[in-house]
């Protein structure tokens, strides 16, 4: 059974929307995050004096639904973010509005640490696939002591479960309903198996809620061309074929090389049926017919019941 976990967060300045720091119980790392707009009173701070690790996050200006994101090391975090902050033709990067910095309230992490924590951020960012890196390749550094390393996974670990929380999701990794789960490290319970289905095209798609989203399974059949009304899920349906997720099969259709995580069963539904779609009602129980709503409502009134008769007995 996952244990949980005790996440402290602050508002500096009071507001939702300004400067947020973060701190995980028994970690020695320090969150600090905030919007580009409050850079001024972001670099004041301490925090920005120290070595650590930082990512600048924007929309992608191309229209994919996927961030982009930056990742970078400095032992002056403060100096650094003044550099970006900089207009584009004069060394400076212009696509982000969001920073997100990484230090220790120990100041033990040292440079030679934070090049290696570097390093593993982008290598992980890059597959998990969630945002558009903005670095590129990722330089391997693996000059640091065995041990040195071990603590440098542990904190790694801290930042991909404290990031999300944040609302930065591209380090959260995506569980694979379709390959067995480890014996030592067992998947999070997924829900049974929906079916879509527009046998007209040859289309059939199997699909599971795992981890707070829902994924289209490997092997899953998609309409071959996006035939609905221009915007809403038709870019993720061009990224997906662009990015060799949906692969051209024979009877001019598509199929999914691998399982996919979508944020909601309607955007799931889309992909698969090349247009607008309904998760609620498209997605529907194998082996019964019930529709993907119907099935949720069914367990929230299951939940809501068993919350009552244990409050009664309490």
């Given at each position: 059974m996952t244990q949980g976990r005790s996440?402290?967060?602050?508002?500096?300045?009071?507001?939702?929307?300004?400067?947020?720091?973060?701190?995980?119980?028994?970690?020695?790392?320090?969150?600090?995050?905030?919007?580009?707009?409050?850079?001024?009173?972001?670099?004041?701070?301490?925090?920005?004096?120290?070595?650590g690790i930082y990512f600048l996050v924007g929309p992608?200006?191309?229209?994919?639904?996927?961030?982009?994101?930056?990742?970078g090391e400095s032992d002056d975090v403060g100096t650094r973010l003044k550099q970006h902050?900089?207009?584009?033709?004069?060394?400076?990067?212009?696509?982000?509005?969001?920073?997100?910095?990484?230090?220790?309230?120990?100041?033990?992490?040292?440079?030679?640490?934070?090049?290696?924590?570097?390093?593993?951020?982008?290598?992980?960012?890059?597959?998990l696939g969630r945002c558009k890196l903005v670095n590129g390749t990722a330089h391997e550094y693996i000059n640091l002591p065995e041990s040195d390393r071990a603590d440098m996974a542990f904190f790694m670990e801290q930042i991909r479960t404290v990031l999300p929380v944040l609302g930065l999701d591209f380090l959260r990794g995506r569980p694979m309903p379709s390959h067995p789960p480890s014996i030592l490290k067992p998947s999070p319970a997924a829900s049974p198996k929906f079916v879509a289905e527009v046998p007209r095209y040859g289309i059939k798609a199997y699909g599971q809620e795992l981890d707070g989203e829902f994924y289209v399974l490997e092997g899953s059949i998609a309409r071959g061309t996006w035939t609905g009304v221009d915007g809403g899920y038709q870019s993720l349906y061009q990224q997906l074929c662009d990015e060799g997720v949906l692969v051209e099969d024979e009877n001019k259709v598509r199929r999914f090389a691998s399982d996919y995580a979508f944020t909601s069963p309607s955007a799931a539904a889309a992909v698969v049926s090349g247009r607008s779609a309904n998760g609620r009602i498209h997605w529907k129980l194998e082996g019964t017919g019930q529709t993907y709503g119907a099935w949720q409502d069914q367990q929230v009134s299951a939940a809501a019941t068993l919350g009552k008769s244990r409050s009664e007995l309490a």
């Open positions: 996440i402290r967060l602050f508002l500096v300045d009071g507001t939702p929307n300004g400067l947020l720091t973060a701190e995980i119980m028994n970690w020695t790392g320090h969150v600090l995050t905030g919007p580009r707009t409050k850079l001024s009173e972001l670099v004041q701070r301490p925090e920005c004096g120290r070595t992608d200006l191309e229209g994919s639904p996927r961030p982009q994101v930056y990742i902050n900089r207009p584009e033709d004069k060394g400076g990067k212009d696509f982000w509005e969001k920073v997100c910095l990484v230090t220790s309230k120990d100041q033990n992490l040292t440079k030679a640490h934070v090049k290696y924590l570097e390093s593993l951020l982008i290598q992980s960012a890059g597959e």
